[in-house]
């Protein structure tokens, strides 16, 4: 502790783990924030893209979306002449995910310089963190053996997918749905759909991942089909669990199941696909993903086709015959290993979700802590996802409670 101030000696105010499309997008929306000593510790050579500078598809939301918080004032103030970045957070339809990533760079850029030399730690994962209460700091270990001190630290770590227990007989056949869909993959899935000699491949799953990975495995077969005529070439099998969240059962359903000024109003035209009937929520599948299952749906997609299978394993023989199974069940938060005064409370491989309340302060045991964060790590919980105002005020809140949190005692106090 120092004692004038009576707070911790620590090397910064606010430790940002993962420097990706959260942190970048919720610091450009609090400016103001960036008067504390704010650091962030990215494993990648850059701060702003993440995961989004991976993929070789189109975003599911509209460009504008991504970009809703952005507040141009400050260091950002620059920035409304980019038209790299504007363009993208103008775009009222959806976006090439590559146009993202170099506008979260262009953003990310500027969140660099604002926050200086000693802001950023890049190429720096992050093994642990380790909270302690009495103490009101919170460590911060790197894989290099260092370790940083701060006076709070928000998780913004992202998400990944894990191989799913129902594939595991499979899964040496097996991708998951990020590796089919991202740019570096794409001459090595050819070579293995060229190499399938007309077995078939397996997507499991129908969200977006997985029409996504069936929309890269159509076009590449498209393009194995001109460049090597007459070869055997796979079919396209999608493996969906139940028509569940992506839909209601009726018009009348989605109208009834409404929640009053929290959900986008049902809307007959928008909402009902035209070819098949399909009554769809507020959630999951828009744009070409959606167009993609309608047709999908209606039998009129060519070499493709849906099979219901309420668990994978009713669909085993597909599955055995596979030449490859693409795995697209979903997404998982991922933090490196969390500690609470001494207590590995989170494990980087626990299956527990990271929750948080409205303010993003984690849940541990079911309590706000006050020294821990979580900015969106976790995928919309299935519950929630036909609210709209689900995490709409989450920045606000988060920028708030980081702003009293980070104020020296003094004007704490005043
Ligand atoms: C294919 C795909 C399409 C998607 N499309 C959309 C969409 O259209 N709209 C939408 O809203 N969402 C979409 N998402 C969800 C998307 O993942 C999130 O909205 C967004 O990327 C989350 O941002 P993030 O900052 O949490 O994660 P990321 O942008 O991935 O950032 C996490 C960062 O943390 C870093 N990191 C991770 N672990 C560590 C560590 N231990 N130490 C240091 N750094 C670390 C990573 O390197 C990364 O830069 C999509 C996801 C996928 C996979």
């Known amino acids: 502790m120092d004692p004038r101030s009576a707070q911790p000696v620590v090397d910064s105010d606010i430790a940002f783990v993962g420097g990706g499309f959260r942190t970048t997008t919720f610091l450009s929306s ?8 704010v650091r962030v510790y990215e494993r990648g050579p850059g701060v702003g893209p993440g995961g989004f500078a991976r993929y070789g598809i189109t975003t599911t939301s509209i460009g504008s979306r991504f970009f809703k918080h952005l507040d141009l004032n400050g260091p950002f103030a620059p920035l409304a002449h980019s038209p790299e970045l504007m363009e993208v957070a103008r775009a009222e339809q959806p976006v090439a995910m590559r146009r993202l990533a ?48 701060a006076r709070h630290a928000v998780l913004a770590t992202g998400r990944t997918e894990r191989p799913h227990p129902e594939l595991a007989s499979w899964r040496a056949n097996m991708l998951l749905s990020g590796s089919v869909i991202a740019t570096a993959r794409r001459s090595e899935i050819k070579d293995r759909l060229l190499g399938a000699q007309g077995r078939p491949v397996v997507v499991a799953g ?49 109208r009834r199941d409404q929640v009053p000024g929290r959900e986008r109003p049902f809307d007959a035209v928008r909402d009902v696909c035209p070819a098949t ?20 749906w209606a039998g009129e997609l060519p070499g493709a086709a849906l099979v219901d299978a309420a668990v994978l394993a009713d669909a085993s023989d597909l599955f055995d015959e596979a030449a490859l199974v693409v795995q697209a069940l979903g997404y998982h938060g991922q933090a490196p290993d969390l500690y609470v005064d001494g207590v590995l409370v989170r494990p980087g491989d626990s299956p527990d979700r990271l929750l948080a309340d409205d303010d993003g302060a984690l849940l541990v045991s079911g309590a706000a802590h006050p020294l821990l964060s979580v900015l969106r790590v976790e995928p919309t919980p299935l519950d929630r996802r036909d609210n709209t105002a689900y995490a709409s005020d989450l920045y606000q809140r988060l920028a708030g409670r980081l702003d009293r949190l980070a104020a020296p005692v003094a004007e704490v106090n005043a």
């Not at 609090?30 to 000593?37: K, N």
């Not at 009937?277 to 167009?291: E, F, K, P, T």
């Open 206 to 254: 129908s969200s977006h991942s997985a029409m996504s990975a069936l929309q890269i495995l159509l076009d590449l077969v498209t393009e194995l089909r001109a460049e090597h005529p007459g070869a055997p070439l796979p079919s396209v099998h999608v493996v969906r669990r139940g028509p569940a969240r992506l839909m209601h059962d009726s018009a009348d359903l989605a």
């Open 102 to 149: 170099a506008a979260l760079s262009t953003l990310g850029r500027t969140l660099q310089n604002a926050l200086g030399a000693d802001g950023t730690r890049l190429e720096s994962t992050v093994v642990a963190v380790r909270a302690d209460s009495a103490g009101h700091r919170v460590d911060v270990q790197l894989d290099d053996g260092r370790t940083e001190s």
């Open 30 to 37: 609090a400016p103001a924030l960036l008067r504390h000593r």
């Open 277 to 296: 009937g399909i009554v769809y929520r507020d959630s999951g599948l828009r744009h070409q993903s959606r167009a993609l299952y309608c047709a999908l």
